[in-house]
């Protein structure tokens, strides 16, 4: 589904850290090109608006005008106006951790996941202190991609951030499976930045210092990625956006903690054969680093 070809490595330190994962062999000589069209194997399983959406937002990808004004957007409105609604409740922490941005390579941000607005709030803060990359965050295809105000949304709330879109449906496992191999070949590209929830979706419980169990598909975007990972907790937020942004402008609402981390070493996973097993236990090493942010977080309050 995705094409590729073969250039230099890009350097610096936003493409490969120590304990960064390694690509799979296949794949270390290769970068991805243009977004392609869509598989024709796979056009019947997209209704007529998602094969739409997914055409428009694949075109903006491709280098050129339309990439470079998103980007812009992205890093200008795009954050300015969640900065204003979360400023004067956010306490943010440990950004001394994060490496200094490379342009030309990319960054995965994971996160915990009890609002909708985490890697909203979390990448916002990483705009304001130069984050210069364009920004995606796969997302569940309900509303985004299946209703008719859903593109409309995407674009104004994010500038087609949200993207590319994961199916529920069985049926359609190898388009979700196509979907994570495109995010990865677009890091491996370099020039993006791809927040992930580990857990998958969102928590709904009480207790913010626990999650739920780890999803392999972030850790086969980990894996054929081979960039640093930048984990980061965030408690506080609720999924009430009128209410969160209300609270936000009068420095009513409930506070906002941040911790940001230094980049997941995997280890040895990083040299594992590329399995669903090893893919889970990335992932669950993401949540292992959050985890320990978030007991920082409790600390610090």
Same mark, same amino acid.
């Given at each position: 589904?995705?094409?590729?070809?073969?250039?230099?490595?890009?350097?610096?330190?936003?493409?490969? %850290?120590?304990?960064?994962?390694?690509?799979?062999?296949?794949?270390?000589?290769? /970068?991805?090109?243009?977004?392609?069209?869509?598989?024709? /194997?796979?056009?019947?399983?997209?209704?007529?608006?998602?094969?739409?959406?997914?055409?428009?937002?694949?075109?903006?990808?491709?280098?050129?005008?339309?990439?470079?004004?998103?980007?812009?957007?992205?890093?200008?409105?795009?954050?300015?106006?969640?900065?204003?609604?979360?400023?004067?409740?956010?306490?943010?922490?440990?950004?001394?951790?994060?490496?200094?941005?490379?342009?030309?390579?990319?960054?995965?941000?994971?996160?915990?996941?009890?609002?909708?607005?985490?890697?909203?709030?979390?990448?916002?803060?990483?705009?304001?202190?130069?984050?210069?990359?364009?920004?995606?965050?796969? %997302?569940?295809?309900?509303?985004?991609?299946?209703?008719?105000?859903?593109?409309?949304?995407?674009?104004?709330?994010?500038?087609?951030?949200?993207?590319?879109?994961?199916?529920?449906?069985?049926?359609?496992?190898?388009?979700?499976?196509?979907?994570?191999?495109? %995010?990865?070949?677009?890091?491996?590209?370099?020039?993006?930045?791809?927040?992930?929830?580990?857990?998958?979706?969102?928590?709904?419980?009480? /207790?913010?210092?626990?999650?739920?169990?780890?999803?392999?598909? %972030?850790?086969?975007?980990?894996?054929?990625?081979?960039?640093?990972?930048?984990?980061?907790?965030?408690?506080?937020?609720?999924?009430?956006?009128?209410?969160?942004?209300?609270?936000?402008?009068?420095?009513?609402?409930?506070?906002?903690?941040?911790?940001?981390?230094?980049?997941?070493?995997?280890?040895?996973?990083?040299?594992?054969?590329?399995?669903?097993?090893?893919?889970?236990?990335?992932?669950?090493?993401?949540?292992?680093?959050?985890?320990?942010?978030?007991?920082?977080?409790?600390?610090?309050?």
């Amino acid at each position: 589904m995705i094409a590729l070809h073969k250039r230099s490595r890009p350097r610096g330190l936003a493409n490969r %850290v120590a304990g960064a994962p390694g690509l799979d062999r296949a794949d270390s000589d290769r /970068d991805a090109g243009d977004p392609p069209e869509i598989h024709a /194997d796979w056009e019947a399983e997209l209704s007529r608006l998602e094969r739409a959406q997914i055409r428009f937002i694949r075109a903006t990808l491709r280098r050129g005008l339309a990439d470079r004004t998103i980007r812009v957007l992205q890093r200008t409105v795009g954050q300015w106006w969640i900065r204003v609604a979360t400023a004067r409740l956010s306490q943010v922490h440990g950004l001394d951790r994060v490496p200094p941005w490379d342009p030309a390579g990319s960054v995965i941000l994971v996160a915990n996941h009890r609002s909708f607005f985490d890697l909203y709030v979390t990448t916002a803060e990483l705009v304001a202190r130069g984050l210069p990359h364009r920004i995606l965050f796969p %997302v569940r295809s309900t509303f985004f991609y299946d209703h008719p105000l859903g593109p409309f949304v995407n674009g104004l709330m994010s500038f087609f951030a949200m993207y590319p879109p994961i199916f529920r449906e069985r049926k359609r496992a190898a388009l979700n499976l196509a979907s994570l191999d495109e %995010v990865a070949a677009l890091l491996r590209r370099g020039g993006f930045f791809v927040g992930l929830h580990p857990e998958g979706t969102r928590k709904k419980d009480d /207790d913010p210092y626990s999650f739920l169990p780890a999803q392999s598909g %972030v850790g086969r975007i980990i894996r054929k990625a081979g960039v640093p990972v930048i984990p980061v907790f965030v408690n506080g937020l609720g999924n009430d956006l009128a209410g969160q942004v209300r609270g936000g402008l009068a420095g009513t609402g409930r506070p906002v903690h941040i911790v940001f981390g230094a980049p997941i070493d995997f280890g040895g996973l990083a040299r594992a054969p590329a399995s669903p097993r090893t893919y889970r236990q990335i992932a669950e090493k993401c949540l292992d680093a959050i985890g320990q942010l978030g007991q920082e977080e409790k600390s610090l309050r």
